[in-house]
Nanobody, 126 residues
């Protein structure tokens, strides 16, 4: 069983940067694909980014491509989301996700996600 705990959310201004962290439990973390989704009030949960188990491949949603970077440190059992040039429309609850397929692309198949974190709020003011 994998447990995910997000941190790093907060209130920032447009144009600022923020880094989210997701600490995972479980000895097989380095075999899981990891990712981030977000959900704004009244909207469906949206794919943000995902990364394969080795970190060799990353995938991004169109709205964040070029601004956000996903990375992972398997030694620290942590995945990160570096968010730059934040916009008010980035405001949402951000959820960490994990899937047992080591080569998973959560953008193509959300059903690969088997575990979710509790979420962390990111608010971007204009």
């Amino acid at each position: 069983q994998v447990q995910l705990v997000e941190s790093g959310g907060g209130l920032v201004q447009a144009g600022d940067s923020l880094r989210l962290s997701c600490a995972a439990s479980g000895r097989t973390f380095n075999m899981y694909s990891m990712g981030w989704f977000r959900q704004a009030p009244g909207k469906e949960r949206e794919f943000v980014a995902s990364i394969t188990s080795s970190g060799s491949s990353t995938y991004y949603g169109d709205s964040v491509k070029g601004r956000f970077t996903i990375s992972r440190d398997n030694a620290k059992i942590t995945v990160y989301l570096q968010m730059n040039s934040l916009k008010p429309e980035d405001t949402a609850v951000y959820y960490c996700a994990a899937g047992r397929n080591p080569y998973g692309n959560f953008r193509l198949d959300r059903a690969l996600v088997g575990h979710w974190g509790q979420g962390t709020q990111v608010t971007v003011s204009s």
